[in-house]
Structures are given as structure tokens and as C-alpha cells.
């Protein structure tokens, strides 16, 4: 166990502050992965930041036509509210389709984004890994790397980002909202949220040091057929091999986000042109430049199997 010291602190901006004055505290919310990750020593915080009290807890309709959800809405409360359930209901079923009941309730917004990595080299600290330790190398690239990604990976790094949340939410083109220790606020399109690896897979997001996330905001809603399919190796509490959320019209044109595939949530909207045509002109394109392994070129024609999957479900 290393000793860390603990702050609640009042205000969004104040928490922003305190973690910019020192580049050894994290924020803690849920703690669902971060409590995880500091057991194994991945993580070793010197101070924790407690965001909980701050008040980012609502959910509320933007003048838009949207809904606007605090940092800190537990994963349960926003799969289950109603306007959520009726106008966004592929976020609420890539929710349900997350973790387990009990990591749901702890579970928030903001830590969902911002969770890290599965790969099992990052977890196992005697392998090289990039990501937890920059410039160690990266034993997946020789390893076995059928969970990890098929595209938009690098020669530092092929993991891929573990939620599902995010997935639905790039299909929406839902906004995150920031907040800096100065107070200055900004938002940052969810397409641009999450990075890919390049040379510096240890940064897993756009985040400047110390920046807060205090919202997510999902725009007015789409209509159509809302669907999240989710592909892995038992029935719960395990990571997508492929996911798909898609959101599809009665005249057959869509959107569709890939999860499992990359280390973002992966979407190309030229892509979406071809939705009427079907799974296969689509990831046709979705998955153009991809560099599977040996061991995970089978996602290539499973991320179309699910995607038609969910296309016939839509229109049924």
C-alpha cells in the first residue's frame, strides 16, 4: 500500500486546481477502475482529489433539444432515466451492456470516458507496456493480442478502449464539457475526446493536465431505430471482442460506432452513406486501413456480422 493524502474539495474549478498544482493527484469519483488500477500499482497517486460533492449529479434538458448529464451521474441512473430510455435508447442499452449492477451504481459519466485500457500487458506490470510505462516497449505487438485492436493502432501500442458508453455516445455526437483550475470553461466534440495511440499511448484523451470534466451533452435527438449490439466471450462482465451502436431510419440511412476494434470508439461517417446498402459496403470502409495480427483478423468480418446483425434487428 503507498500512502496518499485525500481532499474533498467545493467547487468544480477548485478540484480542476488541485489537481494541476500537482502532477501526482488523480480525481476520484467512483473509483471503479481507478481503485483497481492503484491496487496493482499501475497507478500510484500521491494525493486524491474526491469530485463527489461537487454537484455534477443532474441530468437536464439543454434549450436544443438535447440533455445535458452531470460528471457524476452513476451508470444505473442514466441507462434508466426515461428521456434517456426513449430518446437515446442505443446509450442506455450500451450501459446495461457495461460491467456488472454493482460497478453501474458506482460507476459515473465522466469515469466511464475516462477509464482506461484492458489489455492484459498493461495489466500484467512484469510486460513491457507503453502505455503504463512510456518508451518500455510493447509485448502485445509478439504476444497474444486477440482482444486488442485492428486499427488506429501503432508500433507503441495496439490496445483498445474497453467501454461501451463511449460507442454510444460517438454515434450520438455527444459534446464534454471542461472545466480548468482558472475556471475556464470549454467543450470538446466526443469525436475528438479519446486518442489514438501514435507515439504517445500513455495520453489517453485530449485532456489538458488537470482539466475536469463536468457534463456530457447529448444533442437533440435522432429518431430512427436505436440498437447495441455487443459481441464477447461469456453473456456479462466481460469487454467487447466488437460492438456496434447504430442508429438507424426507416428509410434504411444511419449512423454506426465500432467498440472492441480500436483504442477509441471507432466511426467513419463517410462510411454511413452506404448504410442502405448494407454491413458489408459499410465496413468495407469502416475498417479500409486496417493492420489486424494474426490473432484478431477474425474481428474484421465479425464487426460486419454484427453490424448486419443490428441492421436486420432495426428493421425488423
Known amino acids: 500500500m503507498k500512502s496518499f493524502t485525500y481532499e474533498r474539495p467545493t467547487s468544480p474549478a477548485q478540484a480542476a486546481a488541485a489537481v494541476s498544482a500537482n502532477p501526482n493527484a488523480k480525481f476520484i469519483a467512483g473509483g471503479t477502475n481507478l481503485l483497481d488500477l492503484m491496487k496493482l500499482q499501475i497507478e500510484t497517486p500521491t494525493h486524491l482529489v474526491d469530485v463527489n460533492g461537487l454537484g455534477l449529479d443532474g441530468i437536464e434538458a439543454t434549450p436544443e433539444g438535447g440533455l445535458r448529464v452531470g460528471a457524476l451521474v452513476r451508470n444505473t441512473d442514466l441507462a434508466a432515466d426515461a428521456r434517456v430510455r426513449k430518446d437515446y435508447a442505443v446509450l442506455s442499452r450500451a450501459l446495461l451492456a457495461g460491467a456488472s449492477g454493482q460497478l453501474r451504481n458506482k460507476a459515473t459519466t465522466a469515469g466511464n470516458l475516462l477509464q482506461r485500457t484492458r489489455c492484459p500487458y498493461f495489466y500484467d506490470t512484469a510486460q513491457a507496456c507503453n502505455k503504463r510505462q512510456p518508451g518500455s516497449g510493447c509485448s502485445a505487438l509478439d504476444g497474444v493480442s486477440r482482444q486488442l485492436a485492428v486499427i488506429g493502432a501503432s508500433e507503441a501500442c495496439i490496445a483498445t478502449h474497453p467501454g461501451d458508453m463511449a460507442v454510444a455516445m460517438r454515434v450520438l455526437d455527444a459534446t464534454v464539457e471542461i472545466v480548468d483550475g482558472r475556471g475556464t470553461e470549454r467543450k470538446i466534440p466526443i469525436s475528438e475526446f479519446h486518442r489514438l495511440p501514435g507515439e504517445r499511448p500513455e495520453v489517453d484523451t485530449t485532456l489538458k493536465p488537470g482539466e475536469l470534466i463536468t457534463a456530457v451533452t447529448l444533442p437533440k435527438p435522432l429518431g430512427g431505430a436505436h440498437i447495441y449490439r455487443k459481441v464477447r466471450d461469456r453473456a456479462s462482465y466481460a469487454y467487447a471482442l466488437v460492438s456496434v451502436a447504430a442508429v438507424v431510419q426507416p428509410d434504411g440511412s444511419g449512423r454506426a460506432a465500432f467498440g472492441g476494434v480500436a483504442h477509441k ?33 477474425y474481428k474484421l468480418k465479425l464487426a460486419e456480422r454484427t453490424l448486419s446483425a443490428a441492421l436486420t434487428e432495426a428493421r425488423a
Open 265 to 297: 470508439p471507432w466511426r467513419v461517417e463517410a462510411a454511413e452513406g452506404e448504410m442502405a446498402r448494407g454491413a458489408k459496403a459499410v465496413t468495407a470502409q469502416v475498417f479500409a486501413g486496417a493492420k489486424p495480427t494474426h490473432d484478431n483478423a
